[in-house]
């Protein structure tokens, strides 16, 4: 591993802060016009793959805005926050479902203690992947985050689990003063 492709931000938070921080689904339009465009752009991604994808799996969905982008696919949605039939930590909840055509993993990799064995359970469930997180943020002061990294992190983790990178494309959110790049990654 190359100097610089992540970074351990801080440590896990305990399962009290974990239930105060997501006791509320995240909902994307509370946030900036980047991350509204990083929505929009991840959608654009997950729509490019030359199948048909007649199941979607979001674990930790939000208001599931890029999942619910497929109404005629079978969507299995769920997240750490109530609100959904899945409810719970994604480390646990991708244990409990069937395969699906289509995972998303949107604005969760760096929320995750061990990212890479998530990862890979994720790539025992499904042949497509879109992955969206920040990159190159390496003074990140969300305490909700405890990784950063490069782009070249993120593709050696994606690696490490059995995927083969597509496409890489990102959005600058830094652009309007907020905080962060994003990459967004299709993967097979």
Not at 7 to 23: C, G, N
Not at 38 to 47: C, G, L, N, Q, Y
Not at 168 to 178: F, G, N, P
Request: negative net charge.
């Amino acid at each position: 591993m190359t100097e610089r492709t992540r970074l351990r931000l801080r440590p896990r938070l305990t399962p009290a802060q974990m239930d105060k921080v997501y006791s509320m689904p995240h909902d994307h339009r509370r946030y900036g016009r980047g991350h509204g465009e990083r929505v929009a752009k991840t959608i654009e991604v997950a729509h490019q793959f030359p199948f048909d994808v007649l199941s979607v799996a979001d674990l930790s969905c939000g208001n599931a805005a890029i999942a619910r982008s497929f109404p005629d696919a079978r969507l299995v949605l769920g997240d750490f926050a109530p609100g959904y039939d899945i409810m719970g930590p994604i480390e646990e909840t991708i244990l409990k479902i069937d395969p699906v055509d289509l995972f998303i993993l949107s604005e969760t990799l760096e929320h995750l203690d061990d990212p890479g064995d998530l990862l890979c359970e994720v790539r025992d469930k499904t042949d497509l992947l879109v992955l969206s997180t920040p990159v190159d943020c390496w003074d990140d002061t969300n305490q909700e985050h405890y990784w950063a990294w490069s782009r070249e992190g993120v593709e050696e983790l994606l690696t490490d689990a059995g995927f083969d990178v597509l496409t890489y494309d990102t959005v600058d959110s830094r652009l309007y003063q907020e905080p962060y790049c994003y990459g967004i990654w299709s993967c097979q």
